[in-house]
Structure formats: C-alpha cells, structure tokens
C-alpha cells in the first residue's frame, strides 16, 4: 500500500455543528452558506477532515440527532443546493467531510415510524421494536439517565411499547430487518455520491444488538461488514468512524480481526484516562489503556484521539473512585456534571485556562497514536455556559471576532446564546484576536499541526510505551520504516529529568521538533531529558541533519 493512499491515518479531523458554527443570512442559525465561507479558516488552520454533526430534516429535539428524513437537509441550514455547493468550496480546498450516519434510530417524527405505528401490518412496523407489556427491565440501560427513565415508551396509537434507548422521542430501529438495511445502504450510497468521504457511525454498539423484550442478548457484527462492503464498493477511500464506547478488548469486533468492518473508532478507553492523568498527574492508567488499545488494533485501522467532543465527558468506565477524584478536580459542581457519568464542561475551563496545561493536553492530542479530532472552538480555548441543558452547555456559538454574538450572527438572538463577558466571553476569546496575536492558543496549534503533519511515525507507525525512571511522565515511541520518533510529556506541575537508553544507528542525537533543544547521548547512549512542570517534548530519533523536518520514511 502506498503511503498516501489511506488519508484519514495522516488526517486532522474538526467537528462542528451547521447549527452553531456560522449564520450568513441573519436568522440566528449557522447555515451551510456559512460554513462555506469559514472553510479556508479551517484548511489555514491545518484542518484536513471536517466531521459534520447530523444536518438532516429533524425536529431538533436532539441536537439533530432525532432525523426525520435521511434524504433532506433541514431547512434550517438551507437547501440541498446550498449543502452540493458547500462540499464543493471544501474540494476546492482539499477538505473531506464526514458525516454523521444515525442508523440506530429515528424521531418519532419519521414517516417510518408513523407509519409504523398506525397499522401493525404495515412493512414499517418491523422497522422498529414492539412489545405489548412493558418489560420488566425497563428502567434499565437508558443512556441519558436520569433525565430519561425508561427504555420502553407506550404509543397509544401503536397499542404497544416501543423501544428507545435514547430519548422517548428516539425509537430504536429494527437493525436485524433486512428491508431497513437496504435503505441504511441506500442513505449511505445518496450522500457518498454527493461527495462525502465516509461516516461517522452513531451508536455502534447498540446498531449491533439485537433489540427486544425478552430477546437473548446476541450482536450481529457481520451487519458492520457489510456496511464496510458496500461503502468501499460505491467509493473505495471512504471510511467508518465509530462511536463505540467500550472497553478496549472488545474493539477487535468492531474493526474486524481482519480489518474488514470499521476503520477508525474514536479511542474512549484512552480519553477517559486522559483525564485521570490530568486531574491526578498519574499516568499510570492512561499507559494501560495506551497499551490495550494498541494492541487492539488491525493494521489498516486507525484510533482516532479526542480530548472533547459534542457531548459529555463520560467517565463511565473509570473505576468509582478514580472517577470521584477527577470530578473533585474539574466538576466539583453538582451542576458541572450529567448523566451520573460524565462532565458537561469544556476543555480549557477545566484546565483553568492554564496555558501550560493546555499546550500539555493538545501536545497529547496530536502525538497519541491515531489520528486527532478538534472539537470546534477548542482551538481558541473556547468556554461553556451552565445555564444551558444538559449537554447543551459545551454547545455554544463559534466566538469569531468580538463583535455582538461573537460575530457569529447578525440577528438579534442566535440559536443558543454565545459566551458573552468573563474570562471566556467572545469578547476576550475569538479568532479574529487570536489571529492577530502570534502568540495566541490558535496560533500554537496551527504551528504544532503543522509540525505533526510531518511525523509520520505517529499516524503509520508502531507505537511502544516506554516506562522511564520519573513517574508522572509518559513516554512514547513511534518507528515506521527507517523512522523513529519520541515524545515525552509531564503530567506534574512539576519539573521532572529522566533517563532514557535510546537505540539508534545515527549519531546518538535526538532533534528536538518543536524546541531547538536537541539532546545529545551521554555514557552508554543515555540520554538525560529534561521536562518543565506539565512539559512536554517531541524528538526525531537518529535523524543525521538537524534541519532535515521530514524523516527519511
Ligand atoms: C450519540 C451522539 C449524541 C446523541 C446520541 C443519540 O451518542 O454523540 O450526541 O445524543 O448518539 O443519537
Ligand atoms: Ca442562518
């Protein structure tokens, strides 16, 4: 395989929602017109794969994530017109885009489901999960507790409980109908010929299970293999990015042990962590995850690393205890947490702006093994708003200039109100300010994007955790082909000097990547490294020319 040809192992992906990034025609909600014309920020920015949050026609009663037609854009954000010329302006500019695939369920809103639900001889009513009496189970296993209660809501037109294992306005699509797997391939097929590059894929873990009152629990995977199958027929560099959020060792089902089902899943074993070690400066259970995940993993496919996303920070799989501690440190907040798991804040406020940290998790984010994904707005270090619902609170507009509403809209009250006054308010925190200054947070990550677009060792190559003689301190080493790389990051406030026996054929030199403080082999080819307090270094292994930024793959 050549070495390009897999884009998305090289790629940086940015996720945004239409709704909150850019509004161009004044109504309050950000539309694919200004999308478009924020798209050369992104490809400035380093950006090579933008993630679009559902767009689809949707009562909106969960973040689009409640479609009433997979075929329709919602006029919210404009027509379809507007949605062909925006993928347009992002080929132009070398940009791919994904999109959401919400194939686990419907808004009750769909004609599916009404269809459904007026005659049970209906072809429909398959399409989703009946029961006549509601399970005995039924408050178990909802994903938004306690907002939500119940998995089994009665319709009374239906005669029947249906199932939801999101919101009651969410009912859970028959995935084992293979009438409706048609249609899934036929969705897949209608947006892939208008240009996207594949799918972010909702709710894997529940798109597997087979769904009903009284079922055995059984999992289809062969459905993601087919999945894969059509894609790679209709379009042969599209991909499947996952939302699965399960334990590492259970990762190999869903990339396939031979690489034949998902290629990319978002990596939560390691996210969650992630925050362990920030909250606590032990990396101790970061490494084991690293390690697990790793080693879960078919050659083809690819992690991909996030620090936030659109939801809450689940911590769901931490142990209660670590658990307790990372809430103490960044939710100590009744109101800061959600769902009796996770963290409804954004990055840099739980970082409690401290550039050091910041600079420390993004270092992490773009040298972890697999490819980085940018929430929108964390670029800039932008903050959240608890007065808003549930997850709603990390949702806010696009702070780009400190005009009214950040500039993210002319109207007299946008979709969710912007970040106003504060540490965190558009005023101090926007794009246009940032730009301006080159010492900006923006302008950091734009530098250090670039600087990672040249490593190929980390998007290619094997990964090994090293373990080294300062504890708080996480070592990783990257080699693909003739190239090696080394990164080194503290956890600790406070400095740390470590030593590290590096096998090298060169000249016993390690280039520093992003300093110029190169570090030279003392006796015995042992380097001693030194690490600020929540430091963090990226060096070329062997390399012969300090000037020499592209390793010789
Ligand atoms: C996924 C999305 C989340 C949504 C849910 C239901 O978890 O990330 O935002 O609410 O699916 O579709
Ligand atoms: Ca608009």
């Not at 909150?20 to 004044?26: E, L």
């Amino acid at each position: 395989m050549a070495i390009d040809d897999y884009w998305f192992k090289n790629a940086v992906i940015y996720c945004l929602n239409v709704a909150t990034y850019m509004d161009c025609n004044g109504d309050g909600i950000g539309d694919f017109e200004g999308l478009s014309r924020r798209f050369d920020y992104l490809a400035a920015l380093g950006v090579t794969c933008v993630w679009l949050q559902p767009f689809c026609c949707s009562p909106n009663r969960d973040n689009g994530y409640d479609i009433s037609d997979y075929y329709g854009v919602t006029p919210r954000f404009g027509t379809s017109g507007d949605f062909v010329e925006c993928m347009n302006t992002a080929q132009a500019l070398g940009l791919r885009v994904v999109v959401d695939l919400v194939a686990n369920h419907t808004s009750i809103d769909h004609p599916w489901f009404q269809a459904a639900r007026a005659d049970r001889k209906s072809p429909y009513r398959d399409w989703y999960v009946w029961a006549d009496r509601r399970p005995r189970n039924h408050a178990q296993g909802t994903v938004f507790p306690p907002v939500q209660k119940t998995t089994w809501t009665r319709d009374r037109k239906a005669g029947q409980y249906y199932f939801h294992r999101f919101y009651d306005h969410q009912a859970d699509l028959n995935t084992w109908n293979q009438a409706y797997r048609e249609e899934l391939y036929k969705i897949m097929g209608y947006w892939l010929q208008l240009g996207v590059s594949g799918f972010r894929m909702d709710a894997v873990p529940f798109l597997v299970e087979k769904k009903g009152a009284n079922v055995k629990p059984a999992k289809d995977f062969a459905l993601l293999q087919e999945m894969r199958r059509f894609l790679q027929w209709r379009a042969r560099d599209a991909i499947l990015l996952a939302e699965a959020n399960v334990p590492a060792n259970e990762s190999m089902h869903y990339f396939g042990d031979e690489g034949d089902r998902l290629q990319m899943m978002l990596n939560f074993p390691v996210n969650q962590r992630l925050y362990y070690a920030f909250a606590t400066h032990d990396p101790k259970p970061l490494k084991r995850a690293l390690r697990d995940t790793i080693a879960n993993i078919p050659r083809d496919a690819q992690w991909v690393q996030f620090l936030r996303s659109h939801d809450e920070l689940d911590l769901g799989r931490l142990t209660e205890e670590q658990r307790a501690k990372v809430f103490q440190v960044f939710a100590p907040d009744a109101t800061m947490q959600l769902y009796n798991r996770g963290i409804r804040r954004r990055l840099a406020p739980m970082l409690g702006n401290d550039r050091r940290r910041l600079e420390l998790a993004y270092s992490l984010l773009f040298s972890l093994p697999g490819t980085p994904m940018i929430q929108y707005g964390d670029e800039i270090g932008m903050g959240e708003d608890l007065s808003l619902n549930e997850r709603e609170a990390t949702r806010t507009p696009m702070q780009w200039t400190g005009e009214p509403h950040g500039g993210f809209t002319s109207a007299k009250k946008s979709v969710l109100p912007v970040v106003d006054g504060g540490i965190f308010g558009y005023q101090k925190v926007n794009v246009n300010a940032q730009r301006r200054d080159p010492n900006s947070f923006m302008n950091w990550i734009t530098r250090l994007i670039r600087v990672r677009k040249e490593c190929m060792e980390i998007s290619w190559g094997e990964c090994e955790v090293i373990d080294c003689d300062a504890d708080p301190v996480l070592v990783l080493v990257y080699r693909f082909r003739k190239a090696a790389m080394l990164s080194l990051h503290n956890f600790s406030d406070v400095a740390q000097s470590l030593h590290l026996k590096v096998r090298d054929k060169g000249g016993g030199r390690l280039i520093d990547l992003i300093g110029s403080e190169h570090s030279r082999a003392g006796p015995r080819g042992i380097h001693e490294i030194a690490l600020d307090g929540y430091g963090y270094r990226w060096f070329r292994i062997g390399a012969v020319d300090e000037t020499l930024s592209r390793a010789p793959y």
